[in-house]
């Protein structure tokens, strides 16, 4: 009796007994596995699928995981940069020795069913895996949004008693709202800088020599009278 089964994307006729090798399956060595994608039966009674007949199945033990012969690749573009490229690959493949093929009780035999390393179900499990720490992720990030948003609140409370520092030479939005990040928001707090003060604003706002060179100092003393 011979049967014909799908996995990988290929067909095999097989008969009890027989090794093949197919795409690489999510098994170790010595495990029992079952195909139950069956085409055809064949032997006294020839028995086609519609696709697959109803209840067959093809057991296997896997006998190894092993790698098929090296395939060479080469590219070369000619019009472009006259570059190339070679490229090796060895394919992912499972050794197997038919045990049994039934033709019927298949969902009843409690071996587990052939399922290809990189299927969809291996896909979907690891996708499910990864889903796990990027949750946790979520919520640490949680947190510091709140931060951020309640940031702006505090910065709207302190520029409500705050002078228009945007009357100082040089001095715009952005550089204003720089001076409000570092606590500065009148001009009596800028006309009460000394020589270490200006030195330690100077490096908070990367402007080296400039509170001096505006006249920042002077200009705030007579503003906050």
């Known amino acids: 009796m011979f049967a014909v089964m799908k996995t990988g994307g290929k067909q095999y006729k097989v008969q009890s007994g027989d090794t093949l090798t197919v795409e690489k399956l999510a098994a170790d060595a010595g495990e029992k596995v079952q ?25 296997a033990e896997v006998v190894d995981q092993v790698k098929g012969d090296k395939v060479i690749h080469f590219v070369r573009r000619r019009r472009k940069h006259s570059s190339k490229r070679t490229k090796g690959h060895r394919q992912q493949l499972t050794m197997l020795k038919i045990t049994e093929i039934l033709e019927k009780g298949a969902d009843k035999s409690g071996v587990k069913a052939a399922v290809g390393a990189g299927s969809v179900a291996a896909v979907a499990a690891a996708a499910a895996t990864a889903k796990k720490p990027a949750k946790k992720a979520e919520a640490k990030a949680a947190p510091k949004a709140e931060e951020k948003k309640a940031a702006p609140k505090k910065a709207a409370k302190a520029e409500a008693g705050a002078d228009d520092l945007k009357q100082l030479s040089g001095v715009g939005p952005a550089l204003e709202k720089k001076l409000h990040e570092a606590g500065v928001t009148t001009f009596a707090q800028i006309a009460a800088w000394g ?4 030195a330690a604003m100077d490096e908070k706002l990367s402007f080296k020599g400039r509170i001096e060179r505006e006249g920042w100092v002077e200009q705030a003393k007579k503003l906050a009278k």
């Open 35 to 59: 195909f139950n994608e069956v085409l055809m039966l064949g032997g006294d009674k020839v028995v086609v699928g519609a696709p697959f007949v109803e209840g067959a199945a093809v057991q």
């Open 195 to 198: 020589a270490d003060d200006i």
